[in-house]
């Protein structure tokens, strides 16, 4: 079993910051990719951020120089420092891992941009 748990959403005003944790536990022998995806009511979810076991990033457009993704190996950790946000950050945040040839989500953690 594998268990993919995200937490540090909230409510934040536009210009601030937040830092979003994620764990992996359980079957993660082969802890390959780490990311991050947020989606909004009836949109497609997106990628935000991702990061490979070695450290090479990605980021969409987007969040460009705004947003740092980050890994842990030996905490089988991913962590997306949020900064300089904006009303349209507004989503449902999840977590992915790849594992072997699977991937795995977490439940999301919400967050809120207000103007």
């Known amino acids: 079993q594998v268990q993919v748990v995200e937490s540090g959403g909230g409510l934040v005003q536009s210009g601030g910051s937040l830092r979003l944790s994620c764990t992996a536990s359980?079957?993660?022998?082969?802890?390959?990719?780490m990311g991050w995806y947020r989606q909004i009511p009836g949109k497609q979810r997106e990628l935000v951020a991702g990061?490979?076991?070695?450290?090479?990033?990605n980021y969409a457009d987007s969040v460009k120089a705004r947003f740092t993704i980050s890994r842990d190996n030996a905490k089988s950790a991913v962590y997306l420092q949020m900064n300089s946000l904006k009303t349209e950050d507004t989503a449902l945040y999840y977590c992915n891992a790849r594992i072997g040839f699977k991937e795995y989500w977490g439940q999301g953690t919400q967050v809120t941009v207000s103007s």
């Open positions: 990061v490979t076991r070695g450290g090479i990033t």
């Open positions: 359980g079957s993660i022998f082969n802890l390959y990719d």
